[in-house]
Structure formats: structure tokens, C-alpha cells
């Protein structure tokens, strides 16, 4: 693998390339009129790599560092998701280029079945875990928030979203839906439903609505997946 120095960020592709490859990904999905230039990518993909290498840098899994180095593989799968979410995120809110936006969110949609909108605000420190199929709602989100598979974060006919504090994990077939308030370090087990309740704070939900069961979560979120340690 070919590696580029960004900052304390190793990518194995330089900044330059990543911005061509991803143009020519966007141009070859959608060959409409609206042709993305390098010139406006650029930009974009530069500070989208600002946000992906002070998340990455939080966490403590493999492949995500190297020698107390960031690490960024566009052909890791999880890494690139969390990537196209950035840039499509960063487009729309801080350059205002919804053409950019909305293609890549409808690439990260396509090519991992990822459905999270440009104006979803995910936190700053995050974690997709092979996330096919998940889709994110416009939920409030805090930081060391970790997302699997085939998740559903959403709102009820009233239009209320989920609320989550800091330090949350939903394991794979979980959904969260309607009015939530989630408070620290909480997990939803695997297959989990979860409609119009609060949690409280080190909790493991665990069940579907309404036979739920909640069980004291003994460890911590950001103990084990992140490496910002704090006491139990």
C-alpha cells in the first residue's frame, strides 16, 4: 500500500488521488450535467480528512492506527463509509454544495448500504462497524456513538427523533424509535427494539418493544472501543 503522510494521518492514497478517485467515482455513478470537478472536491476532501483523523485518532481497534499513527485505507470498507458520510456532511454544511452532498451520500448508499443523510449530524467521534443496512435518522447524537449492521434510528408519525448521550453502541438488528431519551454508556443488545422511552445511563437494553429488559452495564463504551480512559 502506497502511503501519504496528511498530518499525523496515513493514507493510502495522498490527498490529491483520493480527491481524483472519488471524482471519478461520483462522475462515473451519476454522469448527469452536474459534472464534480477536482477543483471543488478538493477542498472538501481536505477538511473531510481534518474530521476523519481527530475521530480515527480516538479509536483504539485495529486497523485503525498504526504505531500511534492514524490510519486511513480507502479499501477498508468501514474507513470508507465513515469517510463519504464526512464529505457529504461537510459539503452541505460548510460549503453549501448539495450537488457534492447529495451524491455522496447517495454513494456511501450504494456502496455500503449506509442510508445517512448529509444533514444527519453524527458526532464528531464515531464508529461504523460493517454497517450494511443501517439507516440513521436526524437524531441528536453525542460522541463515542458505535453503529453495526442492520440498525434503525428514527422517528414515530409525531416526528420525534431519538436523543443520545455520550458513549452508545447498537449492536446489529437494533431500533431505536420515537421520542428516546438515552443517557451514558448505554448498549442495546443485538435484535433490539426500542420505541418512546428513556434509558438510563450504564444500562444494557435487551428484547423488542414492549417485553423489553434493561440490565446494569458493568463496563465501558469508551473504555473498550475508544482510548479516552476514565475510571468505572
Not at 473531510?48 to 485518532?57: D, G, V
Not at 428484547?207 to 482510548?227: C, E, L, M, T, W
Request: glycine share 4%; with cysteine; proline share 3%.
Amino acid at each position: 500500500m502506497e502511503v501519504s503522510r496528511h498530518s499525523n494521518l496515513n493514507l493510502s492514497l495522498g490527498k490529491a488521488a483520493l480527491s481524483r478517485y472519488l471524482v471519478h467515482q461520483l462522475n462515473h455513478f451519476f454522469p448527469d450535467a452536474n459534472t464534480l470537478t477536482q477543483s471543488e472536491v478538493s477542498p472538501v476532501v481536505e477538511e473531510a480528512l481534518e474530521r476523519l483523523e481527530h475521530c480515527f485518532k480516538h479509536i483504539q481497534l485495529k486497523y485503525f492506527s498504526e504505531n500511534r499513527t492514524v490510519v486511513f485505507n480507502h479499501l477498508n470498507s468501514d474507513h470508507y463509509a465513515m469517510f463519504l458520510y464526512w464529505v457529504s456532511n461537510t459539503a452541505y454544511k460548510r460549503f453549501a454544495n448539495e450537488n457534492l452532498a447529495t451524491k455522496s451520500f447517495y454513494l456511501n448508499k450504494a456502496m455500503h448500504g449506509v442510508d445517512c443523510f448529509y444533514a444527519v449530524s453524527l458526532p464528531e467521534i464515531f464508529l461504523f462497524v460493517h454497517p450494511v443496512g443501517s439507516v440513521i435518522g436526524n437524531a441528536h447524537f453525542e460522541d463515542y456513538f458505535v453503529v453495526y449492521q442492520n440498525c434503525t434510528i428514527g422517528s414515530t408519525d409525531k416526528g420525534i427523533y431519538p436523543t443520545f448521550s455520550k458513549e452508545t453502541m447498537l449492536y446489529s438488528g437494533v431500533s431505536v424509535i420515537g421520542e428516546c431519551h438515552i443517557g451514558e454508556n448505554v448498549i442495546f443488545g443485538a435484535n433490539t427494539k426500542w420505541l418512546n422511552q428513556a434509558v438510563e445511563s450504564h444500562s444494557v437494553v435487551l428484547g423488542a418493544h414492549p417485553n423489553n429488559r434493561i440490565v446494569a452495564n458493568q463496563k465501558s463504551i469508551k473504555n473498550d472501543i475508544f482510548n479516552d480512559k476514565q475510571p468505572l
